[in-house]
């Protein structure tokens, strides 16, 4: 950090995976090919660069800050294509593989970004609270609109603990590594953007009705013909948050 000029900045989540083992393993979980394009978000001092650079097919980085980024050009040079800006922002370049240690700060966005994206698989490492809200239950207080959203597009399973201490400097929450596999949706809808907006108007007014939450939303004027429209998002499956979804989609 001293030779490089950075200073952690907390605004933008930068907590540096200083493990080998752990940065080892994430790749691992990845299965790389060599015919494999790959995307680093956030590759900071590079200690997955150092692992992703050597496979597949090409190593695009996306890399926000200008000290990190001009580190990582001096160092890797043209073995990798690093594109110097915001990963919210700018426009994903086409990909098999997505690997990263995302900033805290940005995990959402990234996350539902991503889904909207063509790819084979994904390793990233989040908030530990980040990752029961991926992969949680219905009925569980981390059950979100994040949670239906992947579950819809894609398989999620928790691939191992990142303790606190495995970080410089180390944060106040331990971390998971989470991998994402696309995937068919395993029920159907009339229209995938009501649906999108349908769950995103329910889990914004999580404690109220689903009829309420419809009807404060402007997505219906009525509650008439709704299903579900007594009950709570938080209690109701994705598939049954589909149900509601194409009542909608057929009433406007």
């Known amino acids: 950090m001293a030779a490089a000029g950075v200073v952690p900045k907390r605004s933008k989540g930068q907590n540096f995976l200083i493990d080998d083992r752990v940065a080892d393993r994430i790749v691992g979980y990845a299965g790389i090919t060599d015919s494999d394009r790959l995307l680093e978000v956030g590759p900071g001092f590079g200690v997955l660069t150092e692992r992703l650079a050597p496979l597949g097919k090409g190593l695009t980085c996306i890399e926000l800050d200008a000290k990190l980024a001009q580190h990582i ?5 043209d073995r990798v294509t690093l594109i110097e800006g915001d990963a919210v922002k700018v426009p994903f370049p086409e ?15 990234v996350i539902f970004k991503l889904l909207e ?71 159907e809808v009339l229209d995938e953007a009501t649906f999108f907006r349908v769950t995103e108007a ?46 909608v989609y ?3």
């Open 73 to 77: 050009r001096a160092t890797y040079g």
């Open 95 to 109: 990909f098999d593989v997505f690997v990263s240690n995302l900033p805290y700060s940005v995990s959402t966005p």
């Open 117 to 187: 994206q063509s790819f084979r698989t994904a390793v990233v490492m989040v908030q530990k609270e980040f990752a029961d809200r991926m992969v949680a239950d219905v009925g569980s207080p981390d059950y979100s609109r994040l949670t239906v959203n992947l579950f819809y597009r894609a398989d999620c399973e928790i691939m191992e603990p990142v303790p606190a201490s495995r970080f410089d400097p180390r944060p106040k929450v331990d971390s998971a590594v989470v991998r994402i596999t696309p995937r068919p949706a395993p029920f």
């Open 202 to 247: 329910c889990f914004n007014h999580r404690r109220k009705k689903i009829g309420t939450s419809l009807r404060n939303t402007g997505l219906v004027e009525s509650s008439e013909g709704i299903p579900y429209k007594d009950e709570r998002v938080e209690d109701l499956r994705p598939a049954e948050i589909g149900e509601i979804a194409d009542a």
């Open 250 to 252: 057929s009433l406007r």
